[in-house]
């Protein structure tokens, strides 16, 4: 009975311990929802954890697109463009600004339409990628004084096969691309009425008189005789300083301007012409001149008047301006006027490495160089061009330049070299664009080939650029003659009453300007007191102008508040002199398009300053 009972429990046992060991079809099912659910909550994870992924590296791009467009400036001062400013409107009349169409302002189509201004600002598209006439990216795009050394290239099938030419920062629209030259002038003298006298006036490259018609050297190569000539297809930009009275005492005080435009009309054989002399001359009326004699310090920006040659679509896209057949007498330094195409259209320069196959792993290929873009999904169905520079063979003498295209497929070429056909050629998924040197030795690796790509992506980058102006000038009013040129885009003027501010247009907002100014303080030897060199910012908030045609179009204007030395606010009134206002920031937009939205980087950095009275 015992064993009986052990047996009994024995079994029992070891059934417990069989049923422990398994699940039922309940617990199997439980579990299993518990897992799907915790998947389910993991794999909701991912999407948003992928964005944020793709949203780091999009704005590390950008970073580094405006990081190196900044520190190109700020490293070759010589290429900053004097402005870019809106291409709608006709004349300078129209006061088209650098950044902020006034004239879409004032339909409501743009608010505060300033480039520097952060993510939330109007001047990007809202939504559609395409929708663009409205903004910054659709208008300012006019590049001025954009400055550049002439190269040479050699084109076998040419005739000559030496060309010179320049290459655009950005890739530009044509016609309409002007080729200008810098002429310093030298011992130009000013009259107290403010005519130039340019009876002893000089070249400075060359030491020539400008004024002597009988010697034909003298003259510049791009100007016909005599002198009227030259002065007629030359803007004439003159640094003087001038007395004006302190309020209503009698007192006077120094002020100045750097860069001021001033015309010369073609009729004029002496210096006492109606014209030919500066804006500010007699400011209190009393029919004394009030400008302060003496040597000026004048540049004269000249218009050739050969026409550039602009070439294929190709050069167009890659910047390439051809200055073959125009005579620059020695001179290796230009500037351009010229229309950004599309802000939209990235522009790529670096050195072409070698490339591998296949990319971007394996063995070198030696007739191959890559080109890596720092933006991916590049759009297939709008040209990736590639305009590369490789050394010269046999008879050449130059580097030759050459451009290849790639076209969902196809290849185009102006020489022997071009981009590969398929995949391995130009993967837009990647951002990868390979192409050989077919005239390269095999057995010999390729050189380091500078290389310039230009592209479009499928999520709409963009890419632009700002400058404030190297010196801004008084508002002349109605002071100034009928062939004053107007440069809008960097005029100020100083307000009348309540506080200290000089008011600028409506695109400057955010922008840095340096101001030497002097102020009334009763503590101070003689009454006043100098600021020199104030950084100050121009205010992002807009006021409605008070000046009769300052900025017609916008009826919107920006300002700087000047302080004394403790940072306190002048009166408008407290202001006796304003000497020299020049500008310093230049700024760099990368935009894209992302979850239906534009983002954006932008980058600030420093122009060089022009030299103060």
Do not use: C
């Amino acid at each position: 009975m015992a064993q009986f009972g052990l047996s009994f429990e024995y079994q029992m046992a070891k059934r417990r311990s069989v049923k422990r060991s398994g699940f039922t079809l309940v617990e199997i099912a439980v579990a299993l929802a518990i897992f799907v659910i915790g998947a389910l909550a993991i794999i909701q994870i991912f999407p948003p954890a992928l964005n944020v992924v793709r949203g780091s590296e999009r704005r590390t791009a950008a970073t580094q697109m405006s990081r190196a467009r900044v520190v190109a400036y700020e490293d070759r001062a010589q290429v900053a463009p004097d402005a870019i400013y809106t291409t709608v409107g006709g004349n300078w009349t129209d006061f088209r600004s650098s950044i902020t169409n006034d004239a879409l302002m004032q339909t409501g189509g743009i608010t505060t339409a300033t480039l520097p201004r952060g993510p939330g600002e109007a001047s990007l598209p809202a939504t559609d990628a395409n929708n663009i006439t409205q903004t910054t990216l659709g208008n300012f795009k006019r590049v001025q004084g954009e400055k550049h050394k002439v190269r040479s290239r050699y084109i076998a099938t040419a005739t000559p096969p030496e060309q010179i030419y320049v290459l655009t920062e950005f890739p530009y629209d044509a016609p309409g691309v002007r080729v200008y030259v810098d002429e310093t002038i030298k011992n130009v003298r000013i009259h107290p009425d403010g005519y130039l006298d340019f009876s002893n006036a000089y070249r400075a490259s060359s030491g020539t008189l400008i004024r002597d018609t009988s010697q034909p050297a003298a003259l510049p190569a791009y100007a016909i005789p005599p002198i009227e000539a030259f002065r007629s297809e030359a803007v004439f930009y003159v640094t003087y300083r001038w007395m004006q009275q302190v309020g209503a005492s009698t007192q006077k005080r120094v002020q100045g301007v750097i860069d001021e435009p001033v015309r010369m009309v073609e009729d004029d054989a002496t210096f006492t012409a109606a014209y030919n002399r500066v804006v500010i001359n007699d400011t209190d009326g009393d029919g004394n001149g009030d400008v302060i004699p003496g040597t000026v310090t004048v540049r004269a920006r000249v218009r050739l008047l050969a026409t550039p040659i602009l070439g294929s679509t190709n050069d167009q896209r890659t910047g390439v301006v051809n200055l073959s057949g125009v005579n620059l007498q020695g001179f290796d330094e230009v500037s351009l006027d010229y229309d950004v195409s599309d802000w939209r259209n990235m522009v790529w320069d670096e050195v072409a490495t070698r490339a591998a196959n296949p990319p971007p792993g394996g063995a070198p290929v030696a007739n191959q160089v890559v080109i890596n873009t720092p933006m991916l999904n590049l759009d297939p169905e709008l040209p990736i061009t590639t305009l590369f520079q490789r050394p010269p063979t046999g008879t050449e003498t130059e580097p030759v330049l050459e451009w290849s295209t790639w076209l969902d497929g196809t290849v185009t070429s102006t020489g022997t070299d071009h981009i590969l056909n398929g995949p391995d050629g130009a993967n837009p998924s990647a951002g990868r664009v390979t192409f050989e040197l077919l005239d390269t030795t095999p057995a010999d690796p390729p050189p380091l080939t500078p290389t310039r790509t230009v592209f479009r992506t499928l999520d709409n980058w963009a890419h632009q650029f700002t400058v404030a102006a190297a010196s801004y000038v008084p508002f002349p009013g109605t002071a100034a003659p009928a062939i004053h040129p107007r440069e809008g885009w960097r005029e100020y003027y100083r307000s009348s009453a309540g506080a200290a501010r000089l008011y600028f247009q409506a695109s400057e907002a955010g922008k840095l300007v340096m101001v030497d100014y002097e102020y009334v303080d009763a503590t101070a030897p003689g009454g006043f007191r100098q600021v020199q060199g104030a950084i100050l910012p121009i205010s992002s908030e807009l006021e409605n102008q008070t000046v009769a045609n300052f900025a017609p179009n916008s009826q919107r204007v920006s300002f700087v508040t000047l302080t004394n030395l403790n940072g306190n606010l002048l009166g408008a009134t407290q202001v006796s002199a304003v000497t020299a206002v020049r500008g310093v920031s230049i700024a760099a937009r990368t935009a894209w398009l992302e979850n239906g939205r534009y983002r954006q980087v932008v980058t600030k950095g420093y122009r060089p300053l022009v030299s103060a009275l």
